[in-house]
Structure formats: C-alpha cells, structure tokens
C-alpha cells in the first residue's frame, strides 16, 4: 500500500481532544480496567472558563497593525482553543475550567516578515509571545508564565521550494505532518517523518521540540533531516545552513532545533527529502522476552541493515495492547515487535531476527499495528471519563544503561502509585548505534486529585531516569514540565549559556517565557 | 590488508615540517612546476626567532603550582616548536623566523583537574590560553591576539573507558589518530577516523574543530561520531551526552564540537566505535568527465549503498597527482574516483558507478592513494624551498550549487594569481544525501611575497565560496584566518549569541582570544 499509509486528505488540522475525532474505548479495555480498580467518576462540573482581563486598546492596534484586524482574534472560543496542549495534565485542567494558560489574543501572520515584526514590537507593547503550530506538547510547552499573544502560524503553509538535484524542500513553519506530505508527494518525495502527532502537529513545532517520528530507524530523527532554517527574533532574523555540514564553527542550527520557542520562531526550515516509497510492508515477530527482543533490535542498530520502522513492547506492552489475543499464538507470551520497510523488503532483516530468536508472525500485526498507529492518543479522554488516568513518559540512554533504566522506571512509578496500582507498558520505537529510547505508558485509576497524583508519580520516574543516566526526554522536549530536570541534567553553567543566547535574542524576555529555561 | 593500512607502531607524533619526516618531491613534478614559471628562490635568511619578554616569577609559580615545575617549558626551543599550525602562510612565516605567535611558555597538564584549575586561575594571573594538541591547524586556529601559554594536551592519552555493549569508548584529548586506533585495535574496535592530519592531530582537535575524515561516507564526521564530552571552562566544568539522541533541549554537544578552544578546552569525548573490519578494498574507477563522475558520487551519497572511502578528483588533479601516466589508459582523460570498503567488496556499489559510465580500473590506482594518502602535507616544505607556493582551501555545499561553486572558486583564484598563473587542482572527499565538500589544491610561482600572494588569492576565493553559497569551511575549521568569512556567513545576530556563550564560559577572555569569535 502507498497511499492509504498518508491519511491525508480526509484530515481537518484539529487537536486531539476534538470532539469529532471522539474515539470508543473498546470493551475489552473497560474490562481490563475494572482490575486495576478504575471506576468512571461523577462528572466533574466543567465550568465556562472565565474571562481575563483584555488587552489594551494600544496593544491590539499594534497587532492588527502587523498582521491586519481579520487575523488577530480575541474571543473566548479561540483564546480557549489554543490553551495547553494534550498531556494529561492539561486536560484534567481543560476539563477543570482552568483559564490560568489562556492566551489574551490569538495571532495569524502569514509571513516570515510579518512573524519578525510582531516580536520586534512586543516588547514596546509589553507582550509576551508563545508559537502555536500543532498545540500537540505534552510537556507543559505553552504555558508561558505571564499574560501572552498566541502566533498561530497555520497561515505559513507553503512549500517555498524544492531542490530535485539537492534533495532539499523549504517548508513552512506551520504545514502540518498531513500537509508537507502531501506537498511533496506532488513531486515525488517524501519527508518520512510520522511522529504519533502526525495528524496535528507542524514543521515548525518538529523542529523547535526535535521530534522524532515512527520511521525514524529509517528516516532519521526531524532535527537529522533539517539542514538549514530561518528565525525571527526580537532583534532580527537568523539564517543558518549553507551545506549539509561544516567544520564553520559550532552547528548553530543544532541550538535552535530544541529551543522550543524561547530563541525565537522558526519561520521556515530547509529539510531533507526523499523519493516517495513505491511499496511499503509491516509485519510483526515474536520474542520469547523483552530481554531477547532487546538483543535482536540492538544488533539491527548497530550492524543493520535496519528497516525504517522498528520497534518492540514489552510484556506488558504485548499483553495489554493487542486487539486480537491469538497473534501470539493463543497467549503463548511473549513480545511483539513490528517492522517496517519503506521500499522493497529487505530479507537480510529478517534474517537478523531470526538468527536473534525471533519468529515472522507476518503482516498482520504489522497493518494491525499501522492502522492504529495515530489513535492512542484519542483514548486519553474517553478514558478519562471512564476514571482512568493514563499518561505517557519517555526517556532515551546508552544500550548498556537501557535494562536497569526501564526496571528503575517502572519501579519508580509502582512506587509512586501504590495507592493505585498501575500497568506500566513499555516500549522502544527509536534506536541508534549507541543506543534506544523508551517509552512507558502508565494506566491507573485517577484518585481524587489526578493533577496531584500524576505530578508525584511524574516525579519519581525523573529521578529515577536521572539516577539511571537516561535523558528527560528523546521526543517529547522540556515546555515547562521538564524544566528543572533538564537544567539538572546539563548543569548549571550550561543553563546559564543558553540564557545568555536568550538574552541575546530575546533581551526583554517576550518569547514563551517559563520555556525551557 | 588490514594492518598495513593502519600506520600506528613507526609513528611518533610529530608535525608536518618535521625534518625527520622530509619527502623527496617527485622529479616529473618538479619538471611540471617549470611550466608555472617556478624557480628555486635564493634562500631566505632564517633568523633565530627573538626572545619575546618572559613570563614574570608569580605566573610561573602559578603554572608550575597547578601541574608540577617538570612540567611547565619556558625554553625557546620547545615555545618556538608550538608556534603556529601547518598552513602556507604559517610556515612562510616560521621560514622567516616571525615570532609573533609565539607562546610564553608551555603546560602539559595531565588530567582533566589540571586543565580546570589552569582555566580558573589564568585570568588573575594575566594569561590566555591556546589549547594544543596535534597542531596541525591549517587556518590560524594556534594564533591567538596577545600574549599567552599554550596548554599542550599530550598527557591526557588515555582511553578512559570501553563500552562494547554501547559500543562507545572515551578517549581523553590529547590522544593522536594513530594512537587511538591502537588503543581500540586492541579491543577489537576502530574509529574509523583518519583525516590527512591523523598521524598528528588528536581526538580533542578533531571535536574543537569538527573534523571529517578520509573514511567519511562510511563512518561519519567526527562530530557525528561524538556523543558526549567533558568541557573545562574558567568557570566550571560541562558534561554533556545521556543518550545517543535527545529532545532535552537544543544539542549543546553541536555548540561545543566546532568551538576551537574558544569556550573551553575539552578534556575527552565519549565516541561511537565499530568493530575493527577483517577486510578492507581500494580501488580506481574512471569517468569521462568530472561531471560525470559528480553525478555517480551523487546517486551512491542519495541512494547508495555508500562505500567507507568516496573520492572523485577533477580532470586537473587527476593529470596532476597521477604517478603513472598508464592508469587512465595512455593519457586518454577522464577523471579518476576511489573507492574503499572497510569488509567486504560491495558489488552493488560497483554496479551504480558503472551504471554512471565509470570504468572499474581495479585495486592498482586505489593501493597507490592509499599508501600515500597521508603524505601531500609533507611535500610543502620541499615545495617551497623550489619556489613554489602551495596551499589548500575547501568548502561545501548542496548539490545543485556545487558546478557553479567549483567554476566560481577556481575563476576567482586564477584571477587573483594571474600574475602566477596557478594550476587548480579539486576533488570531492565527502558526500552526504544533499550535498558535498569541494577541496582546491592551488599551484603557483611564489611571488616576492608570497604572504601577501596567497592572502590575496584567499580572500577572491572565500567571496567567491560566499557569493555561490558555500560555507567558508567543510573541515578545516575557522581559526583566525576565517573569522570575517565565517562571521559574515552566520550574521551578526548569531555572532553576538556566541559572545554571549563565551562571555559565560570565559568572562575574562582568556580562551584562545581572536579564534572563532
């Protein structure tokens, strides 16, 4: 298959938590939540969010100034729809009522140009300002901590350029996954990066929180294929990127990829690209264990020859995550791994895993496994309202680190949670040569205060991952959630390198303030 | 051949220039020079370097308090031997006995400790400091804007720490090419690093100054080879690298690598390794033409499968470098491409170069680059004293700029020259899916003064690179002798951002002052 692989064109650019992408929890996962104690909550009352006080007659003359009147918009049904992203946390507080994140406008520039112009006026107009792409964060990236103007960037939706000989496609910041695809599939190409928030999120949101997407064993990560960008700042545009790579100094397109907004907006990024994909396969093996899949996938990474999707759950993972009972052979236990070539099937892959211990349970997991491979996140509310709380964390380390790494974190979040106790699946879906991510979803009954109990065991397992030599994060970047284990994890005096970058970009402190650093 | 290949055990590190390792120039070259109008210069007198005013008491009790009086050099001798890198200009200057970039004195610090407490102390003592390791700059990277010590970083040689699950190895900074190879040959493992400096330079060199070498299509660049690193700073120490890849913020490892000494001086890196290949192949193809060779090297960098070793010399360094005249078939033209594979032969990549119309010439021209791939550097002393200036410059670029690039850079050094009228030598050395690096070797008579010769012919070519898009500097590095070329290629804004990170680092200034920034 090729083009039923892009759902594409029957894509709005929404957000999770849309109503009209409502997803069923299927009965069998009701069922399985009644053993962890989950029972559905009363309602909890979910009062109109209140309004704030409005910006200054001053302020939005200045906007509609920059980007005209018909793109600035101040109502409470937009201001609303751009708070928080999709952790958990946020929606608990979504669904709270709870208007502390609320921008005070939302912006619509359609320009480099006029993106560049707002931040060199906010200052003056004593206006914070947070990028908006996507609105898929889930670490807390946008909420600023004070009063802010959202720039919602969806008008930046251009494929300014495309290179055939280079290989190289100029896209702007605000096209989102769907879109770029699309874009390119016109010409032939594909940029090959399908992160779960595929649907919702853009350019300029993979590029400022270094997304790495579910083809990444055979794409690379976002902040690999970016090899040239443009940024506004406060103080001016940066350009960077003249050749895939040189030895001019540090890789300053390597500061920006990460910055999260607090440098400034990326307005355009130039990417590698490739010929689009003629045919495609999935399929899925089985390991007798986690530890054995463990093996197989590491000696893919480090003497391939690596498919473009690979990844592999753990037993609870395996357990909890499949529809259909009998594809491990009828509870034989066990793990499941899925790969994936973009391209003709490569046997010698496959041969790999076989010579690991692993045995080819054919397609079906695979095109199970991609058929689905978008909509975990629309359970988390259905869930919700059913008084599950379910949550997402990942973390990334050397291959020797990866096994005491995944048992600290998930003793960590037992601990934490033993008031109710939870599944912790895991799962690896990024490798490299010198090691893995990880990927726990933890699924427990909410308790009284959910907000409260996620942050205590969200807390826990950052200890633990900064005890076991993990990062904070592979692809879910810092936003304000990881703020304090990221400055732990790179020390003080880098932290105070980047705010000095800060202050030389952004020297009033407008950009996404409380992000990153 | 593997061992062969690996010229570690006869080696001393030493530096180009060295008259132990004097190389006879070939007499068909020096036949060849004489239709550049070059003739034997009647030689210039070499003064003994001056003294310059010592270092007072109070600063070398500090020195000698930090790494022990033994290891502290004051000695002309030893202060005139770490004077400058291995450029033209360099060494015509060290031909004339220009003391100007001479240090003060000498340190060689043996931990990473040492290093740090010699940073923290400099700036009440009044020293800058130039990190040392190879010295085998050829851009100015060892000439720093007053006065200072230069710190020698040979006795950090030690590999700290071997991890073959991981498959990393930390290597401390001052251990030379041909030293870590040994180390790790002895665990069974390589770098796969060796640039034409690898008999002298050292890992700190190669990640200060992103260093890329000869084995670059299959290993990488040496900053995509590091994954993590230990920085002294004046004010502290930064550790960077949990994981292979990570989302926790921009990658500062990418701000450090490239840095040259600028922000700190780093004590060791944590690289990727492979495992040591049992086999290895060099060989020479033909193509009609450098175009058509272009369009060969470019379907194996986009499509592959990419050979360890990609070489493709252009139709004038093929006439020119070639010892045997009969390799291309009786002086028929054509270009000349290497080839290498660490392991097995790869016929596929034979198939692509001759489905691009390249002509497999067997491993005769491959062996003869191999074997003498280290010593181009070595003929520029002989050179010289047969009045012939010398010197290389390179660059990188996308695809679809790089004809352009090629005419625009050769144009502006034949204008520049034209009194000398010099032979322009290119090759392509390094290819990545969107790009690749171009190298010029340029021959010419030296003229009265050939300082200002070459500078002159530099500064056409780097507004030449700039005009056509290239970078100022694939592999090379910026040092002093790029720094208007380099600051002009990444702009003011970005410039100020790394005045920023200095200043944090190094708030007295005290890291080799005029480097970079």
Redesign the interface.
């Known amino acids: 298959m090729t083009e039923s692989d892009l759902p594409v064109a029957q894509l709005t650019p929404g957000r999770w938590g849309d109503p009209a992408y409502h997803v069923e929890v299927p009965a069998a996962a009701l069922e399985a939540l009644k053993h962890l104690g989950v029972h559905r909550p009363t309602p909890a009352p979910r009062p109109a969010p209140a309004e704030r006080p409005e910006l200054t007659g001053a302020q939005l003359a200045f906007l509609s100034s920059v980007v005209g009147a018909e793109h600035v918009a101040s109502d409470l049904e937009t201001r609303w729809a751009h708070t928080r992203g999709y952790s958990t946390t946020d929606l608990l507080r979504f669904r709270a009522g709870d208007t502390s994140d609320m921008p005070d406008a939302v912006v619509y520039p359609a320009s480099h140009d006029e993106v560049a112009a707002l931040l060199a006026g906010c200052a003056e107009h004593d206006l914070a300002v947070v990028p908006y792409s996507g609105g898929t964060s889930v670490v807390g990236g946008l909420a600023a901590t004070r009063r802010f103007v959202t720039v919602d960037l969806r008008r930046l939706d251009q494929l300014l350029d495309l290179?055939e000989?280079?290989?190289?496609a100029t896209l702007q910041a605000g096209v989102r996954g769907p879109a770029a695809e699309r874009l390119l599939a016109d010409r032939g190409y594909t940029l090959g990066h399908f992160p779960q928030s595929y649907e919702g999120a853009s350019i300029g949101g993979y590029a400022a929180?270094?997304?790495?997407g579910q083809s990444s064993a055979g794409y690379g990560?976002f902040?690999q294929m970016v090899?040239g960008l443009t940024l506004a700042?406060p103080?001016?545009?940066?350009?960077?990127g003249?050749?895939?790579?040189?030895?001019?100094?540090?890789?300053?397109?390597?500061?920006?990829?990460?910055?999260?907004g607090a440098f400034g907006i990326i307005t355009s990024v130039v990417v590698?690209i490739?010929p689009r994909p003629t045919e495609r396969h999935f399929e899925g093996w089985r390991f007798e264990s986690f530890d054995a899949g463990l093996t197989a996938v590491?000696r893919l990474a480090?003497d391939g020859p690596l498919p473009t999707v690979l990844r592999l759950s753990d037993e609870i993972e395996t357990a909890v995550n499949l529809a259909d009972p009998d594809v491990l052979g009828g509870g034989s236990g066990g793990v499941l791994a899925i790969i994936g070539f973009d391209g003709p099937y490569n046997q010698a892959t496959a041969d790999v895993l076989t010579a690991a211990g692993g045995e080819n349970l054919g397609e079906g997991p695979g095109e199970t496994w991609r058929t689905g491979r978008y909509r975990a996140p629309y359970l988390r509310d259905p869930l919700l309202d059913e008084g599950a709380l379910v949550e997402t964390l990942e973390?990334?380390?050397?291959?020797?680190?990866i096994p005491a790494l995944k048992t600290a974190v998930t003793e960590a979040l037992v601990g934490a949670l033993s008031a109710t106790p939870p599944l912790v699946l895991c799962h690896i879906s990024?490798v490299?040569?010198?090691?893995?991510?990880l990927y726990f979803t933890v699924v427990c009954a909410q308790s009284d205060d959910p907000v409260e109990q996620w942050r205590t065991a969200k807390y826990a397992a950052n200890q633990a991952i900064a005890d076991a030599?993990?990062?904070?994060?592979?692809?879910?970047?810092?936003g304000t959630d990881?703020r304090a284990a990221?400055h732990a994890?790179?020390?003080s005096?880098?932290v105070?390198?980047?705010r000095?970058?800060k202050?030389?970009?952004d020297p009033d402190g407008v950009l996404n303030p409380g992000i990153?650093i």
Chains 1, 2 share one sequence.
């Open positions: 290179d000989v280079s290989r190289t929180a270094r997304s790495s990560r902040d090899v700042t103080r001016g545009t940066v350009e960077l003249r050749a895939p790579m040189s030895a001019a100094g540090p890789d300053l397109r390597q500061l920006i990829l990460g910055s999260e590698r490739r590491r480090q973390t990334a380390a050397f291959w020797s680190r990024h490299y040569e010198t090691g893995a991510s030599g993990g990062t904070i994060s592979h692809h879910h970047g810092v990881h990221y994890e790179i020390g005096l880098a105070e390198a980047l000095a970058v202050h030389t970009f990153l």
